[in-house]
Structures are given as structure tokens and as C-alpha cells.
């Protein structure tokens, strides 16, 4: 600590903004309560901006903080400048000065209260008790006021205790204030819910409604009003604007303003029937004028400081709908043009892209690396949108992540220009991701692997469930140059069919993750059509469910060394509550695959198959000395082969599902030559009578059986003893075909002791005599 008081002020302050970035808010709590020279030099960096966001890990404790925080900074401003609202509030929680004070400081506030999730009632009694003491130390003489620049009050704050906004904690004295005439005069002139009518006023529930959003308007206004004149950052409640216009003359140095839509400015009319014409006119002569209001404040700052306001941000709300999507959509546009562009950006998110769009010839993109969230109302692409959006990417050269909602087709059409004229694209992009909402997927895949087919690394593309599109066919693949830098590839394809080119996997060498997705439920062999198999050696993540599951090439797997994670199968049937998976008959399943090594099939089958053979032979034995976790559902788990764990010796986890529907007999019987392993040469020929080793598992832990499966008693020892002898938890309540007495006498023997088992409901087996057999196990049983 000694050397930190001997180093310049400027290394020290860099210190210091390192811990703040790193919200190392209770290190510089620390500093704060040692000596004057660190309690000066922490001062202006912890409370420039005392109500910094924080981590998502800690959001509860956090807003707790701010409330803690907030408390204390109002009991240091003059009694006769606090609404009765805020005194009522404080109510017990500390004592008023009579007189301008000093506040203690954020970090102190940090530095008494956990970090936990929630707050017990002792637990903040006795924070409080400690920001007295606090108050009462030498350190408290600063002006802590004076260090703020910006202050965003979050509307957060006053649901904690602090502000007594529970109902176990919530003060008696606001109760009072609530009752009396002026609050419901209040509560009467002011648009929460849209309609105010005097019969919600009655319900106790809305009456706090009201309390909070008031109180949390006068707590901004009382903080605020203070120091006016060195604010950079203002939260505005619009509900307000009045006393912030009157008080124009202060805020010369703000830069940056919060809206806080805290009033209602739409009302859904059809919830509100019984509405008379007059208060329907009434209410939305009120939204708009409370609108109006808005923007003549914005016109009023930008006429009389000039290029001193350079953006604005939007405040969420307390309560639900939240309006502030539809203000800004009606009045965002008007107010921004009255900014100057934004200076150099280097990031364009949803919440820039109408400062940049209102700008968009004036403003300075070349140094943009990353746009996030990119959404386009359907208003713009209506009237020149998607020109406009080519317009911006176009001149984004630096551009390395994109994240965009879908706008139309050819939006990349300059990329792919650029690129058959260049040879290569000037954009570097290197991840892009694309939303389907509202306009559908046309041709940004195939563009976007030719224009950037040097630099791209991760593809992403999904959907949003709110609006519905069309069922059609979404291709990935198609007309595809070779990839070399993709490593990423996720696509996900609600109410299509995936459709994967043949060709695929062989354009992108160096996959790391694979996962493509469909609907896929039911389906005919016959119009299975495989891909090419791949060499994919960097490999390490696959997941295909639905049609590029089917259309898979086993013989990928044989250059899959690095996989560690393999997931095959389809989605749920439609309508069922449970993961029920259509499986096609045996005669239809058997003819549609290459039947080679049928005396190793577990399946009967039937000779002669009517269907032609469209999918290539599938060999489990495949080495993946890498693969820790398998799951395979459908006809993927229906034909497994146990064979394969024996390439699988890190696998850890295993699940097979075969739930099928309730039409279908076949029940999924394991043999004994499942469970050993074949002797081939090397011209692949098998020889039955030769000894054969047996499959085994040694690091298998957790095995799922889903399904009708049908492991008999001479079976048990092989399977659990041999194949498993590292097994800790067993799950298969529809396994049939052996008797409890034999399950018992081969766990008995069992070299390790299995923690969990879960069997059918008939293989009823006490607790009690588990542990009298030495079973330390836990039992669990399906239905009956």
C-alpha cells in the first residue's frame, strides 16, 4: 500500500480506471477507506459514473446497491429540496440533513453487500447500519457530488427495499402519502395505464404502480437538479420535461440523454371497449402531445447549444407493455436529425443504426468492425431499404462481424461484384449470423460463400418464432466455393426442409462445429438422397437433426479424429407430449441402406427388398479416440451397433433413443454377437466361428436406453460387468427381458458401485433391500 502513495498521479489513475473496467468496484472500496491521497485520487473515477452497469452475474445484488446508493445520496441533499414522495419513501431508513452534505461513496456501498443473488431482510438492516458508520468517518468530508458526470438512473432502483417497494418492508408513511388527495390528484394527471380510471386508482396494486414510477421521477429530478451544470449524461423522464425544460439554461454540457418513456403513448383500444369517444380522443391527445413535448425539448437543446448533443438512448421501463419501441419508432427519426453524424463508429448495434441511417451520406464508416443486431423496419425496406442497407455494408471496410436480420434479396449483390471483378472481396468479414423475421431467406448463403469465401469463419442462421413463413425448402450448399477459413456452420430451419448440397462438406475442409437442423418427422427412404462423405480432421462438434441427419455419409466419421461431441437423429413427432420419433419398417428401413454384414444385423429382416439402395452401408467402427459424448435418436439409435464404443474408448456419455410410435411392434432386441467384436481381414471378409473380442467401454459413466430395448438375463453380465465396468448411472424404464434376481447378482459383483439406476416400474425393488444387498444405489422406476 505504501508504494501506490509513491507513484505519479497519472499511472496511479490508470490503475485505478483498470479496476472500474474490470468492476473491481470493491478494490477501489478498499482504497476509499485508507487515506485521503487514495480516497482523492478513486474519487473521480468511481463516481463519474456512480450507477455503472455491472456484470449479469450479479444483476440482483446490484440493483440493490444502486437502491443502497441512491438512499444515501438523496439524505445529503436539503430537506426543502426532496418531494414528500422521496421523504415518505426514506421513511425509517435514515435521517434527513438539514442541511447540503456529503455523501459516502459507491464503492463503500460494494464493499458491505454480497454478491449473492438475493438479499435477506438482516442482511440489509445491517448494510445500512454500515453506510452510517461509514457516513460518520473522516473520509465522508469529500464532495462526492462533485466527481459525478453521468448519471443514469435505472428504473430498478426502486423496486428494492431500499425504497420500501415490497410489501413486507414497504413504509407505513407512503401508505399515508398514498391515501391523501394530492397523490391521487397525482396519480389522476399523469398516463400510466392509458386509460386512468378512478376505479383503478382503488386497487392498491396499481397505487404502487404509480408510486414507483413517481418516486423514481422525482428521484431523478432531485438528483439531477443538483448538478445540472457539469452533467455529460442525463436520464430524461419524459412524464417530466417541463421542469428539465425550465431548468434549459443548466444543461449546456450534455452530450449524451437518456429517454425514459415512464408515460403510456399507445393504447390497444380493443382491451378498452367500454372506452367512450371522448376519453379515447382525450387519452391520445395526451400521447401525442406528451410526443410533441419530446422532440421540442431535443429542438430546444439543439438551437440553443449547438453540436453539443451528440446522441440518445432509450431507458427501459417499469411496467408492461413496455412503450418506449413504439416512441421511438414515431419520433427517434425527427429527433436524430437535429444531431450531428455520429464521429468515426466502430460499432453500428440496434441502437446506433437510426443515428447512422438519418446520416448515413455524412457519416464516416470505414472504421466499423462489427454491426450487431441489424434490423430494418419494414417501413425503410418498403421505400429503398434494402439499397440503402447495400449503401452501409458497402462502405463498412473494415467489417469483421455481422449480425443482421434478413432484408431482401440481393443485399450482397456489391460483394459478389467486387469479388468477380477483384478476385477477392475489400470486406475481411469474418462471422456473420442472419435472423429470419418477417422476409424470408432468399440468396444471402450463396452469396455470401462466394463474395467472402477467403475470410469467413462462422455462419449462423436462424429464425424468430413470432412471425410465420411460408413452408419451403431452405438450401445450404448450393453453388458453394471452396471455404477455406469456415470453422463454424449453424444452421437451423424451423418449418423447412434443410436441404444440403451434395457437395457441402468437401467445400469446407476445416469445421470445428456443425449443427443443421430441420423439422423433419416423417419421411420415405426412397427420396433419401446422401451427401458426398467429407474429410472434416478438425472436427470436434456434429449435430444433425432431421433431413441432414438422413442425408449424412458415414464414411466422414472415418477423418473425424478430433470429434468429441456426435448427435444424429430427427425431432419430435407433431403432437406428441412425448419424444416420440417415427422410425419406417424394417423392409423399408433394410432395403434403402447398402446390406452389407447383415449376420452382424441384430434385425430381422425380410429377402428381397422392393426398395432400390440410395444410402451407403454404415459400419460403426469408426476410431474416435476424441468423442466424448454420443446421443442418437430415431433410426440412428434403432440401428446402432454396439461395436462402435470399442473406437470410443474417452466416450463418456451415451443415449439411445428408439421411442417410436405406438404402432410400431419391433422392439430393439440386443444379441450377444452385439457385444463382441468381429474378426475381418483386410479385404473386409468376416469370419463367424473365429473367437472375437469383446466391446468395452472403459470410460463410459452415463448410459440412456430409450425405447423399447430387450436385454435378456445371460446378457446382464456382459453388458454391465464387461462392456461397462466404469458405469455410474443406467437409465431404462422401457428395457425388458431380464429379472430383477439377475440384475441384482451381477451388480453385486459389479467392480464399481453404480450411483443411479432408473428400470421399469414392474422391477419393483425396495431401498431397503438395496442396501441389504450392498447396492449403494439410488432407484428410480418408470411408469407402468
Known sequence: ????????????????????????????????????????????????????????????????????LACMLLRQLPVDTLSPLITFALGDNATLSPTTATTTTTAKTTATIPTTARITRSQHNQQLQQQRQLERSPLSRFDYFSHIRHLLIQPSIVEMDCFGSSSSVFPVKAFEYMERPEFFEMCQSYCLWTLSEERLLTNRRILRGYYQVLLLRDISWSLSSYIFDQLQTLTLPVSDLDRYSGAMDRLGNLGHIVICVDQAVKCNWERHSNA?????????????????????????????????????????????PDPTLTCRERVELEMLRLLPPIRRPTMVTNDTLNHIWTHLP????????????????????RTGGVQDCQYLLQRCRALDVLHMATVGQGVFDWAVKETKDLGHSLVPLRRIEIMEIEKPLTNELDDISCAFSRTIETIKVFRSNRFPVPHRPMHVGRGWVDLPALTHLEVAAKQHRLM????????????????????????????????????????????????????????????????????????????SHYFRYYIPSDEELEGSFDAQDNSMHPIATQQGHANPIVRPHWTWDWHLPALEHLTLTAEFAYRFQFRMLHGCPSLVELELNCTSVHDRPTSRVLSVAELLLPIIDSDHHHFPGAARQAVVAPALQNVRLRGSWTIDDSLLPQFFTVMLPNLKSFEGVEVNGFTMASLVDVLKKFPNKIEELRLPSKHRFSRERARGEALLVNIFYGHD
Open 1 to 68: 500500500m505504501d508504494q501506490l502513495l509513491h507513484l505519479p498521479s497519472e499511472i496511479l489513475f490508470i490503475i485505478l480506471q483498470t479496476l472500474l473496467q474490470d468492476n473491481k468496484r470493491g478494490s477501489l472500496a478498499s482504497l476509499l477507506q485508507t487515506n485521503k491521497y487514495l480516497a482523492a485520487a478513486t474519487l473521480p473515477v468511481l463516481y463519474s459514473k456512480p450507477f455503472q452497469n455491472r456484470p449479469e452475474t450479479s444483476v440482483a445484488s446490484a440493483r440493490v446497491n444502486d437502491g443502497i
Open 276 to 320: 367512450t369517444p371522448k376519453s379515447r380522443a382525450a387519452t391520445e391527445a395526451r400521447q401525442e402531445n406528451l410526443l410533441r413535448t419530446l422532440v421540442h425539448f431535443i429542438v430546444e437543446h439543439t438551437t440553443r447549444f449547438p453540436g453539443r448533443l451528440k446522441t440518445l438512448d432509450w431507458s427501459k421501463t417499469l411496467y408492461s
Open 362 to 381: 455524412s457519416t464516416d464508416l470505414a472504421y466499423v468492425r462489427s454491426i450487431e443486431d441489424f434490423r430494418l423496419p419494414m417501413s425503410w425496406i
Open 500 to 575: 444440403i448440397d451434395q457437395e457441402l462438406f468437401r467445400h469446407c475442409p476445416r469445421l470445428r462445429t456443425v449443427d443443421l437442423t430441420d423439422e423433419t418427422s416423417r419421411y420415405q427412404c426412397k427420396d433419401i438422397a446422401t451427401c458426398q462423405p467429407g474429410d472434416l480432421p478438425c472436427l470436434e462438434s456434429l449435430r444433425l437433426l432431421g433431413w441432414g441427419a438422413l442425408t449424412f455419409h458415414p464414411a466422414t466419421l472415418h477423418s473425424t479424429q478430433m470429434l468429441k461431441k456426435l448427435t444424429l437423429g430427427s425431432v419430435n413427432l407433431e403432437g
